[in-house]
């Protein structure tokens, strides 16, 4: 533990203070594989947290991709390589029809960041409706959808919150209708508010899965009202699925195709190198031609032939692997499991969640519903002593962040349940 | 051709119209090796533009490091590593010692980004004067610094021009006192305007080589009473490293060395990891912890392992190959290539340039210094019909940009410079 002080001094001297470490005992790792992380005392980790390794700690179809480009060649788009063209072709044929072209980036940030211009080269406006509990990243404009600290200079008065959804507390009552109706109503209510601001109405920009917000349950067909009234107003749809996007949430390969909607723009990240940075914006070619001709965008290292076979490696095992399939087979056993622990502890409010997206919503009173964010931070480090990774999210920030790689077993899930089962019965 | 033909289709209907391409006849790539590049049909170019593989394409040691790191482990900076502890510590070690900690980003673009808001949160104010022939990288924020198209809704109001320095055609006359003076007065004019605005005066950003500018030859202390004005007004001076960084200039490992001056925030790019997508920005921990304070900040994949031992690999390369002297040595005698090339040739006006980043100005009339962008064109395309890759750039955009991978050699310069005469000889 003497390593890891002298690590922590080292780390505030060379990257600054304030620079966010998880764990109470921070970990120092060295080693990943699969779904397991091993720190530099040789000691194993399951990982639950990281959706970045998205088909496995250091995937060696992965890996092997990446050397193999890297000595090969390595340069940017405006030289022809055919890498860029397989792997866009590949990539939107999972898409809707309509959203049949691309642009790649380094970051869902950067994606995002593009994905907010391409809104306003097509309706000529700027104005964006986001929920109020959302993170799209971290460039000066996609930080404008945070609610979080207002920045130098104050907010720029183009954005509109909406009230995330929150199936366990829902706006207009009971789920269904009125909750979905609520819903609705607020982005209504936002649109109204930029059309009469000189910003106007350009975007909804939303994860259809909701993650950050603490991924609600939501009846099918909820975002119907709200997409309708974008559209009605001329306004395009972003679906960000940086977090849910690639299989996440098992049987669907997009969040918004789960959410049973269309996107005008889509926008990815995370998981799409397995951690080789990249990201990408899709959307119908008729969208990026009005992006390139209003503004002009190069991005040096976007697309670049590594970066592309990564992202190539990562479709192929997600298909090889049946990793969708098993997202959703493990996902339901492992909620299943989390719903015997409820019976045992009260402390579990609520589950909730999709294929390999799930947790435990934490309250201190169930008929209250009160949320327990300390006793949350608590369990998240009970687990972590005990070899278990991962997090907690949610408006109220109560709620186990379980997102485990893809190639997560039941055998997996029986060691996260039964720790998890042992640090709730220490409370 | 019909290949190419049937790329660019492809790439039209993939990518979007209007996606930058190199040269009348593009070339499809596939395969590079230190300064050349091989297309699909077997033919090599010499490399004489691409500062990206600084160490030369496919560097071994850089390409075993990925590969390396990639299978051992690639995480995010929530968990303690000592890779980018090490690399931070090395870097940081090469600038002046009030300039001792980084944040690493994933491209130059994400680091100028986040220098302009760690520059707002020194000093609570917003406005940036930058040169008007600049490029900064392609979000949002920093596409404000761009004079070439303004962004739907307008420019912000908070950026102030002012005029590159173009030694060619120096304002106030003669190069020397005067042409200095006259930079230092419009810099001066531009933080009044600013400090009267709204917005108030937070930074200066530059390319201390002013690349994008047609690195114009600047006496020594050119920037000192720019330098001096602003801090002067409490604000903070960036250095835009993407282009001049790690020893491309010769002699000085950074630009702002180079050009005398102590900047208070580095922001470094493309050369950083040879290709790998890497960024970064270099200040004092003081800046730091007021931009950590003000903002939030996670950048996912930035600083993950991987990154790092891409961009110590890069450090490794240029130390023991020994490229900055290398840049000195080849880029002099490269540069007196060219001025007896000017004796030939009436359309060549200026030659300037440092280390390996050089180049000839084209005019049609060396009395009046017509810029001759059109032939400066026709010149690029002869040259890659000839199989030597280069481009153009400058206020006037008749610059030959010459900028090729550090491992350039005499023999290179040879080649280069014999086929320029061809070319010129054949207008």
Redesign the interface.
Same mark, same amino acid.
């Given at each position: 533990m003497t390593g &890891?002080a002298d $690590?922590?001094a080292?780390?505030e001297?060379? %990257?600054? =203070? &304030?620079?966010? $470490?998880?764990y109470e005992e921070?970990?120092? %790792?060295? =080693?990943?594989e699969g779904v397991w992380?091993f720190d530099a005392d040789g000691r194993r980790y399951l990982d639950c947290y990281?959706n970045?390794?998205h088909v496995g700690?250091?995937h060696?179809r992965?890996?092997e991709a990446?050397?193999r480009q890297?000595?090969?060649?390595?340069?940017?788009?405006?030289?022809?390589?055919?890498g860029?063209?397989d792997y866009?072709?590949r990539l939107?044929a999972t898409f809707d029809k309509s959203l049949?072209?691309?642009?790649l980036t380094?970051?869902?940030?950067?994606a995002n960041?593009v994905a907010?211009?391409m809104a306003?080269?097509v309706t000529?406006?700027?104005g964006v409706i986001a929920t109020d509990h959302t993170y799209h990243g971290?460039?000066?404009?996609v930080?404008q959808l945070?609610t979080?600290?207002p920045?130098?200079?104050g907010f720029g008065g183009?954005v509109r919150h909406v009230p995330a959804p929150d199936s366990y507390r829902p706006l207009g009552g009971e789920p269904g209708d009125a909750f979905a109706a609520a819903f609705t109503a607020k982005v209504e209510e936002a649109i109204a508010s930029l059309e009469q601001s000189p910003?106007g109405f350009s975007a909804l920009i939303i994860d259809p899965f909701f993650a950050n917000e603490g991924f609600p349950e939501l009846p099918s067909g909820f975002l119907d009202g709200a997409v309708a009234a974008v559209r009605k107003a001329g306004g395009l749809v972003i679906a960000d699925e940086v977090q849910p996007g690639f299989g996440r949430t098992g049987r669907h390969m997009w969040g918004h195709q789960k959410a049973g909607i269309l996107a005008d723009i889509v926008t990815l990240?995370?998981p799409m190198g397995?951690?080789?940075?990249?990201g990408g914006v899709v959307a119908g070619?008729e969208t990026?031609?009005a992006?390139?001709?209003?503004?002009?965008?190069?991005?040096?290292?976007g697309?670049?032939p590594?970066?592309c076979a990564a992202a190539m490696a990562v479709l192929d095992v997600i298909e090889s692997e049946k990793l969708i399939e098993n997202a959703a087979t493990v996902g339901a056993y492992a909620k299943a499991g989390l719903a015997r622990l409820a019976d045992k502890h009260d402390v579990i409010g609520d589950i909730r969640g999709s294929g390999l997206f799930f947790g435990a919503e934490l309250v201190t009173d169930r008929s209250e519903k009160t949320p327990a964010s300390d006793l949350a931070t608590k369990v998240i480090n009970g687990m972590r002593e005990r070899g278990v990774l991962m997090g907690k999210l949610g408006i109220h920030q109560c709620t186990t962040k379980i997102r485990p790689p893809m190639p997560f077993t039941r055998e997996n899930a029986d060691v996260m349940l039964s720790t998890l089962d042992d640090v709730l019965s220490g409370l």
């Open positions: &890891n $690590l922590i080292r780390r001297r060379l %990257l600054g =203070r &304030n620079m966010s $470490l998880f921070p970990v120092h %790792l060295v =080693r990943g992380l990281n970045v390794p700690h250091c060696p992965v890996t990446i050397a890297a000595s090969t060649l390595n340069t940017h788009t405006r030289y022809l390589h055919e860029i063209l866009v072709e939107t049949d072209a691309a642009i380094c970051t869902g940030s950067e960041d907010l211009r306003q080269a000529g406006k700027t971290n460039t000066a404009a930080s945070s979080r600290m920045p130098v200079g183009h910003h990240g995370k397995n951690g080789h940075p990249i070619s990026l031609n992006f390139r001709k209003a503004f002009r965008y190069f991005n040096t290292f697309g670049n590594v970066s």
